[in-house]
């Protein structure tokens, strides 16, 4: 058993993610703890990397800004598609995520920010993107 998080680490943690304002964005505190293969993409790269060298038992929080988290905010990933573009059926509700299917059969996400007769703007970025971000960590163990 390590006493510090490695890149090949299993670890049983308790983390918070919440935008400086407080709005939170994820949080396993209030449930089971969380359980991740460093290295396997459960957790975002950039929030591994942070975790490596940490501690068990100890209580972290970290302030990210947009680089060190989910990345700057980027304005090509906001896509207006053309509404007969669209799949047939496909339920569109502005302010709502929409799951989509790609040719590879791969699914990604996109945020429905508005809706006319003709078109829906999409915006792919991670919903935390372009976000200062406070990273709180619980490391209950490491293997």
Same mark, same amino acid.
């Given at each position: $058993?390590?006493?510090t998080?490695?890149?090949?680490?299993? #670890?049983? #943690?308790?983390?918070r993610i919440t935008a400086l304002d407080g709005e939170e964005f994820l949080s396993t505190f209030? $449930?089971?703890?969380a359980t #991740?293969? $460093?290295g396997s993409g459960q957790l975002a790269e950039n929030l591994e990397n942070v975790l490596l060298g940490l501690n068990a038992g100890e209580h972290y929080v970290f302030e990210l800004e947009p680089e060190q988290a989910f990345g700057v905010h980027n304005e090509r990933l906001v896509e207006r598609i053309a509404r007969n573009g669209l799949p047939a059926g496909m339920e569109l509700?502005?302010?709502s995520v929409v799951?989509?299917?790609?040719?590879?059969g791969a699914t990604?996400?996109?945020f429905l920010r508005e809706l006319d007769e003709s078109s829906a703007l999409f915006d792919f970025n991670h919903p935390m993107a372009g976000k200062t971000i406070r990273?709180?960590?619980? !490391? !209950?163990?490491?293997m």
């Amino acid at each position: $058993m390590s006493s510090t998080v490695r890149p090949d680490s299993y #670890l049983t #943690l308790h983390y918070r993610i919440t935008a400086l304002d407080g709005e939170e964005f994820l949080s396993t505190f209030d $449930m089971s703890p969380a359980t #991740l293969q $460093m290295g396997s993409g459960q957790l975002a790269e950039n929030l591994e990397n942070v975790l490596l060298g940490l501690n068990a038992g100890e209580h972290y929080v970290f302030e990210l800004e947009p680089e060190q988290a989910f990345g700057v905010h980027n304005e090509r990933l906001v896509e207006r598609i053309a509404r007969n573009g669209l799949p047939a059926g496909m339920e569109l509700k502005e302010n709502s995520v929409v799951e989509f299917t790609a040719p590879n059969g791969a699914t990604f996400a996109g945020f429905l920010r508005e809706l006319d007769e003709s078109s829906a703007l999409f915006d792919f970025n991670h919903p935390m993107a372009g976000k200062t971000i406070r990273f709180e960590v619980k !490391i !209950i163990g490491i293997m």
